[in-house]
């Protein structure tokens, strides 16, 4: 199966991000490590082997129909308005000699091409924001009245196997998410498995059927109500301007490179670069959304309660039952949060009467366990621990002092 590459108003992300991905890679794909997928023959202008005509007579020959083997059509980038120009182009590809119908002038556009592959793949594939909504190209003050590629095609448009454009979006997108897609129409292209699930958008629905906030690792901040007051602040970053609430993206859970890093995991706050509109509609980058107004301001209420009552579950569970017994919480760093008071006591009594309900109560039974003989060991075998000790060979120091 082949799959062909074209770039138009792109800064060449998605290709980045595509070389980055590791499950599957690009290379398990093109050297067929991957045991329930075809042969995959890659068209790529920046990796191919070939160059030149010898490199678009592939594109053209899948054009016209005889390629002889089936082909997946990936675009990258924003799709301009350079159809509608009188003369000229935004994006091109080489010369109108390459492209069976012709182009404008000596260089075949980019457009071109798209109109030539589009309607004989067997998928369409749109990578990165700018190909899927629009994107950077596409916002308020550009000359290219560039668009979507599923908006280019029109929503009336359908693949030789009956689908319309599939979009895995992202500024830029994460590579596995591009690769685990492919690999799967594949295999519903060969009748090895079902055909993925699309949502409404014709999203992969299993990698963005979930908000950026639901699975980050500073969500357990925003319900206890605590927030980032500036850049480096390691608590939720609503209120520094993350749209993580109501942005559909997997990046936290899955990372950027190798199930590592990723926005909120490196401190960056969510910008809705997987979202139609971006970044017109979620600008101005790091202002508070100003639905974190209401709800930021009500969690900041209840979250500080939650927190509360979890410190003090805290302060219970970090004391050994040994320490409750013997009323004595001294370790060698201290006070173990301290003695347990009455309030501990009293939290404990209704806590824990809940929480073994219906079952055997350990903690009461810990209650009689007998405490170990051999405690304070050192003690007990006459070591005196308040000798004093060579420091350096320099002078004599106690070890409270040291």
Known sequence: MHVFWLSGMS??????????????????????????????????PMISEESGHELLAQYSAASQGSLGAPYILVV???????????SGYFASMGS??????????DNARVTDWIVALAPNAAVTVAIGTCATWGGIPAAAGNFTHSMSLMDFLGGSYRSSRGLAVVNVPG??????NFTETLANL????????????FDELGRPAWLFDQTVHRHCPKAGYYEEG??????????????IGCWGPVVQCNIVERGAVNHLGGCMVAGGACIGCTMPGFPDKYSPFYKAPPGSAISGGLTKVTGGGIRRLRRMSMRSGNREPIWDRANDGTTGWGYAHGLETPLDRLNAKFYKKLQYKGTVNHAARNKLQPQPKSMDILRQKGVDMDASTDVLQEHVITREEL
Not at 76 to 86: F, H, K, M, T, Y
Not at 96 to 105: N, S
Not at 186 to 197: A, F
Not at 226 to 239: I, P, R, Y
């Open 226 to 239: 605590v927030f980032s007051e500036e850049f480096g602040d390691n608590q939720c970053l609503v209120e």
């Open 11 to 44: 800064c060449d992300g998605c290709t980045v991000s595509m070389l980055g991905a590791s499950n599957p890679s690009i290379e398990d794909l093109v050297l067929d490590r991957v045991p329930d997928l075809p042969v995959v023959v890659f068209h790529h």
């Open 186 to 197: 594949m295999r519903g292209l060969t009748g090895n498995r079902d055909m993925p699930e």
């Open 171 to 176: 500024c830029a997108p994460q590579g596995d």
């Open 96 to 105: 109108t000699q390459d492209l069976p119908r012709g182009g404008r002038g």
């Open 76 to 86: 990258e980038g924003s799709i301009p308005d350079d159809q509608a120009l009188s």
